[in-house]
Each structure stands twice: as structure tokens, then as C-alpha cells.
Nanobody, 129 residues
Framework: QVQLVESGGGLVQAGGSLRLSCAAS???????????MGWFRQAPGKEREFVAA????????YYGDSVKGRFTASRDNAKNTVYLQMSSLKPEDTAVYYC???????????????????WGRGTQVTVSS
């Protein structure tokens, strides 16, 4: 079983930046089995939305259309941690941000929240106008 803990959320003005972190813990073989790490967000009254994902096997990164060019996902395998650098933040980026993990996801399903098997509890990001 893999446990995920997000951190780094907070209140920021529009145009500002934040960096979220997600630390994975658990049995070594469980963490090593995780190839795909993703970020999702959920605003009040809305469905959970795909933000970004990083696939370790081929070092590929994917982004949701609403964050392309503004957010950057990265992964530190040695620390079992993934990051989400968010820049040029907008009020519509306000949401709870969740980290998620999966053994391996093909490109066609990497944005599908139901494909991820482990989730963190989320961290709140609030962008003021």
C-alpha cells in the first residue's frame, strides 16, 4: 500500500506562483511499482479535473489543457516525491489539489481519475483576484 501526502498549498494572489509536493511512502516494493504519478484538482461544485501526470518509465509528462504552459510537473525518484510548480496562477485555479498514483497508465488513460489506485488527502490552493 502506498500513502501519499500533499503539501505546499496556500493563498496566493493572481499571477503568483506556488509549488506543491507529494511524498510517497510505504513498502519499498510498493513504491517501486508506481510508474505514473498524477495531479488532479477539485473546485467546489465541480468534478475532479486532471491537471498533470508524470510517467517514470519514459519520463513523459502530460498536462490538462487549462494549465498547459503555466504548470510544470516533475518527479524526484530518490525522494519518492513529485512536484507541481504552478505559475501565472488565476482565480479559476482555486481548488483542492490531489496527488494520485498508479502502477502504469497508457497515454490514452493517463488523465482518467478512475485509473489511479492511490490518492492523497489534498491540499487547498486559493488564488485571490
Amino acid at each position: 500500500q502506498v500513502q501519499l501526502v500533499e503539501s505546499g498549498g496556500g493563498l496566493v494572489q493572481a499571477g503568483g506562483s506556488l509549488r506543491l509536493s507529494c511524498a510517497a511512502s510505504g513498502r519499498t516494493f510498493s513504491i517501486d511499482s508506481i510508474d505514473t504519478m498524477g495531479w488532479f484538482r477539485q473546485a467546489p461544485g465541480k468534478e475532479r479535473e486532471f491537471v498533470a501526470a508524470f510517467r517514470r518509465s519514459d519520463a513523459s509528462t502530460y498536462y490538462g489543457d487549462s494549465v498547459k504552459g503555466r504548470f510544470t510537473a516533475s518527479r524526484d525518484n530518490a525522494k519518492n516525491t513529485v512536484y507541481l510548480q504552478m505559475s501565472s496562477l488565476k482565480p479559476e485555479d482555486t481548488a483542492v489539489y490531489y496527488c494520485a498514483a498508479a502502477r502504469f497508465l497508457r497515454t490514452s488513460t493517463i488523465s482518467a481519475r478512475d485509473e489511479y489506485t492511490a490518492w492523497g488527502r489534498g491540499t487547498q490552493v486559493t488564488v485571490s483576484s
